[in-house]
């Protein structure tokens, strides 16, 4: 298994630029705008979010400007990790009752589940 980003949420581009950028150093690139209908399918926010990607050579964040205080905010958090065979994994998952959901995104379909305390995990095949 291979971590690929972690995905967590800022009130402000502001605050996200002095916690990721300026503090951890790491680089801001790939700035976009998740669109509402992909907001509402993967996080069950019926708005479109900013989305700003901060990375150097070994981590990656996705952070994602909700405008709000943690305390006001659906889930948005998550970890995003590789597998080696996606089929075989979500079978294992089915196996043990964990929670999936497939998103359709254009031609490909995003891969969720839920550990059994609620964390969101996105999964990528290798």
């Known amino acids: 298994m291979h971590l690929k980003h972690v995905g967590l949420t800022s009130s402000s581009e502001e605050k996200a630029d002095a916690f990721?950028?300026?503090?951890?150093g790491l680089t801001k690139v790939e700035p976009k705008i998740?669109?509402?209908?992909?907001?509402k399918a993967i996080f069950n926010i019926d708005t479109e979010l900013l989305m700003i990607n901060y990375r150097d050579e070994t981590s990656h964040f996705e952070i994602f400007v909700t405008g709000e205080n943690r305390d006001n905010r659906r889930q948005i958090e998550?970890?995003?990790?590789?597998?080696?065979?996606l089929e075989v994994f979500l079978e294992k998952c089915r196996r043990l009752n964990v929670d999936i959901s497939l998103i359709p995104k254009g031609d490909?379909?995003?891969?969720?589940?839920?550990d059994f305390d609620g964390n969101l995990f996105e999964i990528k095949g290798g």
């Open 78 to 85: 998550h970890v995003c990790l590789e597998v080696g065979n």
């Open 20 to 24: 990721y950028a300026d503090l951890l």
């Open 34 to 39: 998740l669109p509402q209908n992909l907001s």
């Open 108 to 114: 490909k379909t995003l891969t969720f589940i839920k």
